[in-house]
């Protein structure tokens, strides 16, 4: 597996998400993607209590701890690396996490319009 350029939405380097926990769909803490990413995980979420029990709800619990997975659980707070998605899924159900845009990957682009990223932005 090649990861592709590492640029976020802004056309920037791309930045750290999160390494505690440590995510990214090859769990470097960052939103990289490359084809065999099949969910694009490309969007750097902060994590809140609606959206997790909105994606439970959706049959993606991320708040139970799977330790056979080293999977601790998140917590509202915690950033993570999000399929685009259901990232956009969540937004037009009003139930949309915040956003990194500096560690989003560009490719999040090819499913979440910018604006609709930019709209849940927590930082510029």
């Known amino acids: 597996m090649e990861k592709e350029s590492p640029v976020n939405v802004l056309g920037d380097p791309m930045q750290s998400c999160s390494t505690d926990p440590v995510t990214g769909f090859f769990r470097d803490g960052a939103c990289n993607t490359c084809a065999e990413d099949q969910g694009s995980h490309t969007v750097c979420a902060i994590m809140t209590a609606e959206f997790l029990a909105f994606s439970k709800y959706l049959g993606n619990d991320l ?5 056979e997975f080293q999977f601790r659980g998140l917590n509202p ?20 996490p915040k ?5 989003t990957h560009r490719r999040a682009l090819d499913i979440v319009p910018l604006d609709v990223l930019m709209a849940n932005a927590c930082d510029s």
């Open 77 to 96: 707070g915690d950033a993570w690396c999000l399929c685009a998605g259901r990232f956009l899924q969540a937004a037009e159900e009003g139930a949309a």
């Open 99 to 103: 956003v990194r845009l500096s560690s």
């Open 63 to 67: 708040s139970t701890p799977r330790p």
